[in-house]
């Protein structure tokens, strides 16, 4: 068996000489112990060494796409086809396949093999026998330093710096902007302070102030380009009564320079978003398509580039941006915040309030699988974003349909709306609306209760004549219980006693009378 192993300094072909130590794996590092032991296993057959540093990096590069170089191909003509019977060991699977399709030679990559070559390159020095240790590692270092400048000359879209750049660049803009705009309005509004009412959108007020100049050149100055019709009149109209102070000629052309800065900023502005839009489009497709632009952009600037976002687990990139949330709430042992720079996602923003922490969780593990994608990934596509992207609103569709569900019945069928029909009802007017005032006081209202509730006086039967005087005598007392509500409680249960001397005095009469009667009939 033939070894193929690739280093800084060149392609090395070593032949095996003893394959049946190759099968026992684990114990296969203690045969290379020693330099002495390592020979007994392996020896070099040839070695092909690069001329020079463009050589090593252009068979680096090959090697890393999956290519078979010139130098390489060179080699295995040269001395494997010799050997053509045997196999050949090979690190890349991949490059493997492509050695068999085009020089027709049997590749072997396997576990053994990956052991094998790890113990090559421990005793490396030992083995390459006319190399310097030195000469070896000043060739990896120039390698490496090549290929980097390879790398990056070549993927200019894979540089995040840009992205990092321009996002903080359009935060001090915008910053820039709302302090230009606020002085601009607030200098013009001495003179004009009407316009600032009329006129709300700050960068058409700027374009408005700049053509106009002074107040009384407005009904001359033609600003349909600018305003609608209806503002436009509406403008000339408050220019006619203005209250403003009047301003004179230079102060009108600094407020003018100051127009033309906002607009300037206002039109750079524009084109960086949309540069920072297509670079988030080469960089990071997946993560653009998860959260958006700006989401996207603020998430790698904070985390310093996309490679330590990748870094990240899920849980951080979640609450990425609201460090100082999370550690208060962990001094003061207080529910720690639920998100931090992705709550701006459109899939959180349009969430209920009680389904945000739920979004803002699922978002953020996607978006995790989304950004490793896009920095350890070699595609360039948004399919996997897309993908998720929809899962996620799938998911959001069914945690917002939740609490429209019956809870009666089975629980799972959805809450159906009745039919709508058109029902006419004749209202009549209620007038006791109109007017506030009480129709009876409070003070009558209380009376008639209070007589409704007296208990009736009862009065024995007696002649029509004697009846009369306890009548009138119940009348005259009542009387005075309306003038004194406060001592009708203790005038009570003297009134049941005067009430009841009547009574007894009838009583007594009558059987006096009835006796008398009695004795009569007796002396008959």
């Not at 978006?367 to 948004?382: C, Q």
């Not at 897309?386 to 069928?413: D, F, M, P, W, Y």
């Not at 029902?423 to 007017?435: A, C, I, N, Q, T």
Request: aromatic letters at 4%.
């Amino acid at each position: 068996m033939l070894v193929l192993f690739e280093t800084a300094a060149g392609y090395a072909i070593f032949k095996v000489l003893d394959e049946s130590k190759l099968q026992q794996v684990d114990s296969l590092y203690k045969e290379f112990e020693t330099p002495e032991k390592a020979n007994q296993i392996v020896k070099l057959k040839h070695f092909e060494k690069f001329q020079d540093t463009t050589e090593a990096l252009a068979a680096a590069t090959a090697l890393t796409e999956g290519k078979i170089g010139k130098s390489l191909k060179k080699v295995l003509k040269k001395v494997v086809a010799k050997d053509a019977h045997e196999q050949l060991a090979i690190s890349d699977a991949k490059l493997g396949g492509v050695i068999k399709e085009k020089l027709d030679l049997s590749c072997v990559h396997n576990a053994a093999v990956f052991e094998l070559m790890r113990c090559i390159r421990s005793q490396m020095e030992s083995l390459i026998t006319g190399l310097p240790p030195k000469e070896i590692s000043a060739m990896s270092l120039g390698l490496a330093h090549s290929l980097s400048r390879y790398k990056l000359k070549f993927s200019p879209d894979k540089v995040d710096t840009m992205i990092v750049q321009a996002i903080s660049l359009l935060d001090d803009l915008d910053k820039e902007l709302n302090n230009y705009i606020m002085r601009c309005r607030e200098w013009y509004g001495w003179h004009f302070p009407e316009l600032g009412k009329v006129v709300t959108d700050n960068l058409v007020y700027c374009k408005a102030v700049r053509k106009i100049g002074d107040r009384t050149n407005v009904a001359g100055s033609d600003l349909s380009d600018i305003l609608p019709e209806e503002v436009e009149a509406e403008v000339k109209l408050a220019a006619e009564i203005s209250m403003g102070t009047e301003v004179s000629e230079q102060d009108i052309g600094n407020i003018r320079h100051l127009c033309d800065q906002v607009i300037d900023i206002s039109e750079y502005r524009t084109q960086l978003y949309d540069y920072l839009k297509n670079r988030m489009m080469a960089i990071a497709p997946n993560l653009t398509v998860m959260v958006g632009e700006l989401v996207g952009a603020r998430l790698i600037s904070h985390a310093g580039s996309l490679l330590n976002l990748a870094k990240h687990p899920a849980s951080t990139v979640q609450i990425l941006g609201a460090e100082k949330a999370l550690f208060r709430a962990l001094k003061t042992r207080k529910d720690t915040p639920k998100y931090g720079l992705i709550y701006h996602a459109s899939l959180v923003g349009q969430t209920s309030a009680k389904n945000k922490g739920k979004i803002s969780r699922m978002l953020a593990a996607k978006a995790s699988l989304a950004i490793r994608y896009d920095a350890l990934g070699e595609d360039t596509n948004a399919e996997m974003g897309v993908e998720n992207r929809a899962k996620l609103e799938v998911r959001l569709r069914q945690l917002e349909e939740k609490g429209i569900r019956r809870i009666s019945g089975t629980g799972k069928a959805m809450a159906q709306a009745d039919k709508y029909q058109h029902k006419s009802e004749v209202r009549m007017y209620d007038p006791s609306g109109d007017s506030t005032i009480p129709s009876t006081s409070k003070k009558r209202k209380f009376e008639e209760v209070e007589e409704a509730e007296e208990p009736e006086t009862p009065v024995a039967k007696s002649k029509k004549a004697k009846k009369q005087p306890v009548k009138e005598e119940a009348a005259a007392e009542e009387t005075p219980k309306k003038k004194k509500k406060k001592k009708d409680k203790k005038e009570e249960p003297e009134e049941a006693e005067v009430e009841e001397v009547p009574v007894t005095e009838s009583s007594e009469k009558k059987k006096k009378k009835k006796k008398k009667k009695i004795k009569e009939e007796e002396d008959d």
